[in-house]
Every structure is written in structure tokens, then in C-alpha cells.
């Protein structure tokens, strides 16, 4: 018997190539374990074992007649409840859109036809929050800690892998929403550059920072999902019209010829010593490989956390006007339409909370647009970024301030939006970025960031190629997990 545990998305891909291995026996393994985890760490909103068993025979059949298929078909995956999946319910984790069914396949899933979908991975709702409790359908546990956050709003995305109950998710990053949680459960998160990824099908928090992105265990495992999902879309006006690079030829290990800059002020205040020590020991270790280190300067970080919430909140109040009860999701029944209006809008707190700052920041009562600000300040750190990037060819950071926290603890709105705040440059720029494995603190997995030049992804994959060929902790897997 396959243990398929640790198996890489290649090595899987090989095996059903050479028909060692049928597609339908690859995902009843993981709706198996889907369904006998779910009831632990409730990751998924809905599981799609009719679905997924569907594509994986005619997958099985397509190469019974030697057709040629993709990388990944047969390879099943787990996507975050904001992307659009035709006949499937997309709930944004929100009473809103409770019996949203959507009519179409968003592009990304498209591009994913032959991978079997095992289920829409639970997250905050309408993707506003960086801990996966403000879902509707109830709070996701971290497969290291059941009783720890996975982090968000791409939290279930995130816990599917860690627990073995998917080879890949995709998730989507607005503020490090991919890559906050793969740090909270010690996987791998790959936010792509802004444009380089369809966002037609993504229900939409902050248009201009949304991304959709893998989650896997591996850089080598995100970078074929990348290949997979990358390129231009003519239905999303925002995607860049570049051919896709061979990301695969990436994966060497080699980084002689790299200059890689710690950011000076974020590691000497970071709030947790042992995560800025674990990224400074991982820079030591490149820096053994060949890589040129040096400190550089970020001193931005109060006004990058500022200039975020005012431009996704902003975003936010105007995405999510329209679910006003008419066109689809909840409609509350009512003589009134001012009642039926506000009787659909059944949105959670943090929701709630962020719709009435951005309501506020577009009002035409608030003088200089609060929005406008926010993207003054937006232009600047862009500007300096690029400033950096003229000097290295990739930073160096911790993916969170913090190690994965207690569900039950409880965090005031502003020390929960300041788990982001490494994160959001990459947002704030459009810049690829990614979070490894890179240590542990009291059991629990510690996550560094690497950042790149838009459209540089390539530089990311080498970087954290070599990085993972050198050490191991990507391949270790939470105890309460068996694998």
C-alpha cells in the first residue's frame, strides 16, 4: 500500500503518469482523511466527495485512452471558500451568502479542472480577519494545537495541509492571508505577484491587493501549482499580460549570486526574539550557501499597518454593497425594503467593524479622503521598496510577529490586525512573497518571509529551493497528526 504522507506533488504526479497509482485511490485517501479530521480542526465548510470521485475517474479514463493531461490531473485539492466553484456553495464563511451556489468556475479552478476538489476550506468570514474564528460555520483548529489558531483568513487552506488531509489548497492574500497562516502551521504559503494570478472568480475583499496563491508542504510542490494557475486572463482586467516563466526550471539550489537584505528595524523589534533570531540563523545558513547578507532599512511599519486598513477597508465597504439581499445570498423576508435591506446584511462583528471604517473613510464628510491617504501611503512604500530592490535581490523577514495563539484568547482588534503587519508590504506593492517553515517555538512552527521584485516569483522559488534542500523542518508534521 502507498503511504502517501510527505509524497511530493512530482513524485504523485509520476506515479499516476506511469499508472502505478489511479487517481480515485489518491483522492478517496484524502476525503477519507478529510472526513475522519473534519470533526477535529474543522477545516472544510463543504466536502465535495461526489465531486471529487467524479473528476478523478475521468481522469482514470482520459489516461486508460493515453491522452496527454496536465501536470497535476489527478492530484486532488482543497480551495478556500471565496473562490467561485460551479453546483458548489461559495460562502465566504458568511450568513450573507448562505445558498450561494455560483454559476461558473473561477479562472484559477478552471486551469485546475483535472484536479479533484475535496471541499471548500473554511476561513474569517468574507476574508477579514488573521485567525479563522470570525467564520460562520464556526472557528478552525491548528493541526499542531487544536486549541491554536491556524492563523487567517486563508486559515482552513492552511490546516488541510498541515493534517494531511490535502497535497495542495489554494487560498487568497490581501494582507498576508496565505502566508500568515502557512506560518502559523508550518507549510508553505506563496503569494504571487499582483496580476500574475487571475482573480476572476475570486469574491473580492480590497481589489487592489486580493491574490489568489498555493498553499503546499513544499516550495518545489507550490511552484508546479503556480505553473498550473499563472497567466494572462482577458475576464480580469487587472491581469498582467506576461508569458509565464518556467518556474520548475527555478528549483535549483543555488543562491551564490543573490544579495538578500534583513530589514534591521522589523528583526530588532520584533515582538517575539525566538522568530527573529530563527530568520536570522536562516539568513546565516543562506549566507553559508553563498547568498551576500546585508542589514537594510524598513522603518515604515505603523504607517504600512495604517495605510492598509484604510485601503482594504475602504475596498471592502464598496465589494461588499452588494450583498443587499436582491441579486443572490440571504434575503430577509420583509414588507420594507429599507428592513429586508438591513436584514440580509447579517454580517459577524469584525465584519461589521471594518465595513463601518470604510464606509467612513469614503464618506464625503471625512475632508481629504481617508482613502486617498491611504494610498498616498501606499505610493511611498512601493517607492521605497523598489529603492531596496535596487540594492538586493530579496528580503528577508518574519512572516508573523507571532507564533500561532490560543482560540480562546482574547486579542483586541488591533493586536489581531497587527499579526499582518510584516505581511502587507507585498500586498501594498503587488510583490510575490512567500513564507517557509524556518524554526519552532514551544512546539509550534515559526515561519520566515522572503519578498521579491514584481514578476520576480522565480527569485523566490530558487531562494526557498535551496533553503528547504538544506534543512528539513517542511517535512515535519504536527504530533497530534498521524500521517
Same mark, same amino acid.
Given at each position: 500500500?502507498?503511504?502517501?504522507?510527505?509524497?511530493?506533488?512530482?513524485?504523485?504526479?509520476?506515479?499516476?503518469?506511469?499508472?502505478?497509482?489511479?487517481?480515485?485511490?489518491?483522492?478517496?485517501?484524502?476525503?477519507?482523511?478529510?472526513?475522519?479530521?473534519?470533526?477535529?480542526?474543522?477545516?472544510?465548510?463543504?466536502?465535495?466527495?461526489?465531486?471529487?470521485?467524479?473528476?478523478?475517474?475521468?481522469?482514470?479514463?482520459?489516461?486508460?485512452?493515453?491522452?496527454?493531461?496536465?501536470?497535476?490531473?489527478?492530484?486532488?485539492?482543497?480551495?478556500?471558500?471565496?473562490?467561485?466553484?460551479?453546483?458548489?456553495?461559495?460562502?465566504?464563511?458568511?450568513?450573507?451568502?448562505?445558498?450561494?451556489?455560483?454559476?461558473?468556475?473561477?479562472?484559477?479552478?478552471?486551469?485546475?479542472?483535472?484536479?479533484?476538489?475535496?471541499?471548500?476550506?473554511?476561513?474569517?468570514?468574507?476574508?477579514?480577519?488573521?485567525?479563522?474564528?470570525?467564520?460562520?460555520?464556526?472557528?478552525?483548529?491548528?493541526?499542531?494545537?487544536?486549541?491554536?489558531?491556524?492563523?487567517?483568513? $486563508?486559515?482552513? /487552506? %492552511? @490546516? #488541510?495541509? =498541515? +493534517?494531511?488531509?490535502?497535497?495542495?489548497?489554494? !487560498?487568497?492574500?490581501?494582507?498576508?492571508?496565505?502566508?500568515?497562516?502557512?506560518?502559523?502551521?508550518?507549510?508553505?504559503?506563496?503569494?504571487?505577484?499582483?496580476?500574475?494570478?487571475?482573480?476572476?472568480?475570486?469574491?473580492?475583499?480590497?481589489?487592489?491587493?486580493?491574490?489568489?496563491?498555493?498553499?503546499?508542504?513544499?516550495?518545489?510542490?507550490?511552484?508546479?501549482?503556480?505553473?498550473?494557475?499563472?497567466?494572462?486572463?482577458?475576464?480580469?482586467?487587472?491581469?498582467?499580460?506576461?508569458?509565464?516563466?518556467?518556474?520548475?526550471?527555478?528549483?535549483?539550489?543555488?543562491?551564490?549570486?543573490?544579495?538578500?537584505?534583513?530589514?534591521?528595524?522589523?528583526?530588532?523589534?520584533?515582538?517575539? $526574539?525566538?522568530? /527573529? %533570531? @530563527? #530568520?536570522? =540563523? +536562516?539568513?546565516?545558513?543562506?549566507?553559508?550557501? !553563498?547568498?551576500?547578507?546585508?542589514?537594510?532599512?524598513?522603518?515604515?511599519?505603523?504607517?504600512?499597518?495604517?495605510?492598509?486598513?484604510?485601503?482594504?477597508?475602504?475596498?471592502?465597504?464598496?465589494?461588499?454593497?452588494?450583498?443587499?439581499?436582491?441579486?443572490?445570498?440571504?434575503?430577509?423576508?420583509?414588507?420594507?425594503?429599507?428592513?429586508?435591506?438591513?436584514?440580509?446584511?447579517?454580517?459577524?462583528?469584525?465584519?461589521?467593524?471594518?465595513?463601518?471604517?470604510?464606509?467612513?473613510?469614503?464618506?464625503?464628510?471625512?475632508?481629504?479622503?481617508?482613502?486617498?491617504?491611504?494610498?498616498?501611503?501606499?505610493?511611498?512604500?512601493?517607492?521605497?521598496?523598489?529603492?531596496?530592490?535596487?540594492?538586493?535581490?530579496?528580503?528577508?523577514?518574519?512572516? =508573523?510577529?507571532?507564533?500561532?495563539?490560543?482560540?480562546?484568547?482574547?486579542?483586541?482588534?488591533?493586536?489581531?490586525?497587527?499579526?499582518?503587519?510584516?505581511?502587507?508590504?507585498?500586498?501594498?506593492?503587488?510583490?510575490?512573497?512567500?513564507?517557509?517553515?524556518?524554526?519552532?517555538?514551544?512546539?509550534?512552527?515559526?515561519?520566515?518571509?522572503?519578498?521579491?521584485?514584481?514578476?520576480?516569483?522565480?527569485?523566490?522559488?530558487?531562494?526557498?529551493?535551496?533553503?528547504?534542500?538544506?534543512?528539513?523542518?517542511?517535512?515535519?508534521?504536527?504530533?497530534?497528526?498521524?500521517?
Amino acid at each position: 500500500m502507498i503511504k502517501f504522507g510527505l509524497m511530493s506533488l512530482r513524485r504523485m504526479a509520476e506515479l499516476l503518469q506511469s499508472g502505478k497509482l489511479m487517481a480515485r485511490e489518491l483522492t478517496e485517501h484524502y476525503l477519507d482523511r478529510s472526513e475522519s479530521l473534519q470533526g477535529k480542526f474543522n477545516a472544510y465548510i463543504t466536502i465535495t466527495r461526489d465531486r471529487a470521485l467524479k473528476t478523478a475517474d475521468q481522469v482514470d479514463e482520459l489516461r486508460r485512452q493515453g491522452r496527454e493531461l496536465s501536470t497535476l490531473a489527478g492530484i486532488p485539492m482543497a480551495l478556500k471558500d471565496n473562490i467561485s466553484t460551479q453546483g458548489v456553495a461559495t460562502t465566504c464563511a458568511s450568513k450573507v451568502l448562505a445558498g450561494y451556489i455560483p454559476p461558473f468556475d473561477a479562472t484559477a479552478v478552471k486551469k485546475l479542472a483535472d484536479s479533484p476538489l475535496l471541499g471548500k476550506a473554511n476561513m474569517d468570514e468574507f476574508a477579514m480577519g488573521s485567525s479563522s474564528l470570525t467564520s460562520a460555520f464556526g472557528p478552525v483548529g491548528n493541526p499542531w494545537d487544536r486549541k491554536r489558531s491556524p492563523g487567517g483568513s $486563508s486559515g482552513g /487552506s %492552511a @490546516a #488541510v495541509v =498541515a +493534517a494531511g488531509c490535502a497535497p495542495f489548497s489554494l !487560498g487568497s492574500d490581501t494582507g498576508g492571508s496565505i502566508r500568515q497562516p502557512a506560518a502559523f502551521c508550518g507549510v508553505t504559503g506563496f503569494k504571487p505577484s499582483f496580476g500574475r494570478v487571475s482573480r476572476k472568480g475570486l469574491l473580492p475583499l480590497a481589489s487592489s491587493l486580493d491574490q489568489i496563491g498555493p498553499i503546499a508542504r513544499s516550495v518545489e510542490d507550490c511552484a508546479l501549482v503556480l505553473q498550473a494557475i499563472c497567466g494572462h486572463d482577458p475576464g480580469d482586467s487587472t491581469s498582467a499580460r506576461l508569458p509565464v516563466p518556467d518556474f520548475a526550471a527555478a528549483l535549483r539550489e543555488d543562491v551564490s549570486d543573490l544579495a538578500i537584505g534583513l530589514p534591521e528595524e522589523i528583526l530588532d523589534n520584533c515582538p517575539d $526574539s525566538r522568530i /527573529s %533570531a @530563527a #530568520v536570522e =540563523a +536562516a539568513a546565516r545558513e543562506l549566507e553559508g550557501a !553563498g547568498a551576500k547578507i546585508s542589514r537594510v532599512s524598513m522603518p515604515y511599519e505603523r504607517e504600512t499597518l495604517a495605510a492598509y486598513m484604510l485601503i482594504a477597508t475602504a475596498e471592502g465597504a464598496s465589494n461588499l454593497a452588494r450583498y443587499d439581499g436582491v441579486a443572490y445570498g440571504c434575503r430577509h423576508t420583509s414588507p420594507s425594503w429599507e428592513e429586508m435591506y438591513t436584514g440580509s446584511r447579517v454580517f459577524g462583528e469584525e465584519v461589521r467593524r471594518r465595513l463601518m471604517l470604510g464606509t467612513f473613510s469614503l464618506s464625503a464628510g471625512s475632508g481629504c479622503s481617508s482613502y486617498e491617504l491611504g494610498q498616498r501611503a501606499r505610493q511611498k512604500i512601493s517607492s521605497h521598496l523598489a529603492k531596496l530592490f535596487a540594492e538586493v535581490d530579496l528580503l528577508l523577514l518574519p512572516a =508573523a510577529p507571532f507564533v500561532a495563539f490560543r482560540l480562546d484568547e482574547e486579542l483586541d482588534p488591533l493586536t489581531m490586525y497587527y499579526n499582518d503587519i510584516y505581511a502587507i508590504p507585498a500586498n501594498l506593492a503587488g510583490l510575490p512573497a512567500m513564507s517557509v517553515p524556518c524554526g519552532e517555538k514551544g512546539g509550534l512552527p515559526v515561519g520566515m518571509q522572503m519578498m521579491a521584485p514584481r514578476f520576480r516569483e522565480d527569485l523566490l522559488l530558487r531562494a526557498g529551493y535551496t533553503w528547504q534542500r538544506r534543512t528539513d523542518w517542511h517535512l515535519r508534521c504536527p504530533r497530534e497528526v498521524e500521517q
